[in-house]
């Protein structure tokens, strides 16, 4: 539409030239011509997303297995930010912020059940109604079109044999076979690619199942356990029936899986090496995963750094500098608008989310901008897992709500007869073991925090969600039991990602 735009513009201004002369209308055309020729090409984009991955457990932000080559030697032709983050860890939400550039309360994709409505406008929307071939590939369930995530893609594909499983290679295969029916159009695209692994439960193919310390047993017996019915999947999220060696094994797996897609991506960023013309690349993930710190495994319920930090990486050969690594602090709603910034476009004016990078326009080298002063995050408030024994109010208002300035984390933890708070000062306690929030020394930077999470907090219900009623949402009664209008079909999808017992 754009480009149209401007060959009409052009056309006129050549007429008007002609109208001068001959002689002066030919040599302005001329170089009216040239320098639109001159004119560096947009490029195309590709956005690979990556489930569950939390950003310390790849090499290229200090893990000290080997799990990820391949991503760790894209990092090094990508600038990395070093503390990304998510405003809500699950797939959901976090995707929904990550293509529209919005906070959850603004998207209103709320709860993991919830639908991105058609009043949001996406990073995909935007891009086709500037010229761009629009395609996705992704692999997640609750990435299925009908929750709105197809909006502005020419091609959505997601099928259901991906949704769960060692589908990363599947993944791939899709995503260079559109490539491959794409070459040489000469017309740029956008492509986002969304790999399900390393989503619980862990258990990547051989030799992945093995490659990081564990025993070559087939299985682990705690799966047993749960497939039998004898544990939940809520009492192991919640610490219940995990001895040491299982935990230590869980993550032995946890990166097999890291290791296996990895594999995957590698295989896709070849093929991209072929592609003609100027490519950006973003590599990122959802959210992050808890494995067994704070005694929780899994995302979505609390707010520690293990579900919220994750990898941001940025592409773009000749603009965005390789090798360079930022420490301000970023969101996942900055995505979207640093997209188009590095592309010179415009669009999702007046979105929370802003440019990591400006540039002097196109073709020329990107700096960044300064990182965010205060990160904010959510947790869902559709309880998955009951076992939870630290939700205490159900419904929107059970909801954890955190603020960060960089150093110091509060985390507002709604009780009946009065709040919960944690404060962790994340320089000399990344782990975020001692809560600080009753020291008197940092009683003003928790006064600061706490009025940065009262103004970024918000207790409404989703603005899509199950198919409750408007009478049943506005308690959060219905919302609160995510499964109550699902099929068969898709609880036993949701069991096997182990969302639900």
């Known amino acids: 539409m754009g480009r149209d735009k401007g060959r009409r513009s052009f056309h006129g201004v050549v007429r008007a030239l002609a109208g001068l002369g001959p002689a002066l209308g030919a ?5 009216a011509i040239l320098s639109a020729c001159a004119a560096p090409p947009r490029p195309s984009i590709v956005l690979i997303t990556i489930d569950t991955l939390r950003a ?12 990820s080559p391949r991503i760790d030697a894209f990092a090094l032709q990508s600038t990395l930010f070093e503390q990304a983050r998510t405003t809500l860890p699950r797939t959901t939400q976090s995707i929904s912020s990550i293509l529209t550039g919005r906070l959850p309360k603004s998207h209103g994709a709320r709860g993991l059940f919830a639908h991105l409505s058609e009043s949001n406008t996406t990073l995909a929307e935007v891009l086709k109604s500037e010229g761009f071939t629009t395609a996705a590939v992704v692999s997640n369930t609750f990435l299925h079109p009908r929750q ?8 959505y594909d997601n099928p259901e044999e991906r949704w769960s499983g060692d589908s990363a290679p599947n993944v791939t295969r899709a995503a260079v076979r559109w490539l491959e029916a794409h070459r040489g159009d000469g017309t740029p695209f956008f492509l986002w690619v969304h790999y399900v692994d390393p ?5 990547p193919p051989h030799p992945w199942d093995t490659a990081f310390g564990h025993e070559p047993d087939s299985r682990l017996p705690l799966y047993d356990e749960v497939a039998s019915g004898r544990l939940t999947e809520g009492q192991v999220a919640f610490g219940h029936g995990v001895d040491a060696a299982e935990a230590e094994r869980l993550v032995d797996l946890y990166d097999g899986e890291i290791g296996y897609t990895d594999a995957a991506v590698g295989a896709l960023l070849d093929r991209l090496a072929a592609i003609e013309g100027p490519l950006m690349t973003i590599l990122t993930a959802d959210h992050g995963e808890a494995l067994g710190e704070h005694g929780y495994r899994g995302h979505g319920e609390f707010l520690y750094e293990d579900g919220l930090r994750i990898p941001l990486l940025i592409r773009y050969p000749g603009v965005v500098s390789a090798g360079a690594r930022e420490r301000g602090a970023a969101l996942n709603i900055d995505i979207a608008p640093t997209i188009l910034a590095l592309a010179g476009l415009r669009g999702l004016e007046g979105v929370e989310g802003r440019s990591l990078m400006t540039t002097g326009g196109a073709g020329t080298s990107a700096k960044t901008s300064r990182g965010r002063e205060v990160t904010w995050a959510e947790t869902d408030y559709q309880l998955i ?3 939870n024994p630290r939700y205490y ?10 603020a960060s300035d960089g150093r110091y984390k509060l985390i507002h933890i709604p009780r009946p007869g009065g709040e919960f708070l944690e404060l962790y000062d994340l320089d000399a ?3 975020e073991t001692t ?6 020394a940092l009683a003003p930077v928790r006064s600061r925090l706490m009025r940065d999470v009262l103004e970024f907090a918000d207790y409404g219900p989703s603005s899509g969600s199950t198919g409750a009623s408007p009478a049943q949402t506005s308690q959060g009664e219905d919302e609160n039991d995510p499964t109550h209008d699902l099929s068969p079909d898709e609880i036993e999808r949701l069991r096997s990602l182990g969302y639900i017992n």
């Open 27 to 31: 040599a302005c055309a001329s170089l």
């Open 148 to 155: 709105g995530f197809a909006q502005g893609f020419d091609t």
């Open 199 to 203: 989503h619980w439960l862990y258990a």
């Open 429 to 431: 306690d990344p782990g």
């Open 385 to 387: 897992h009951r076992e």
């Open 56 to 67: 310390d457990h790849l090499g290229c932000y200090g893990y000290r297995r080997p799990v």
């Open 435 to 440: 809560n600080r929030a009753g020291d008197p």
């Open 393 to 402: 109010i159900p419904g929107p208002r059970g909801r954890w709500n955190s």
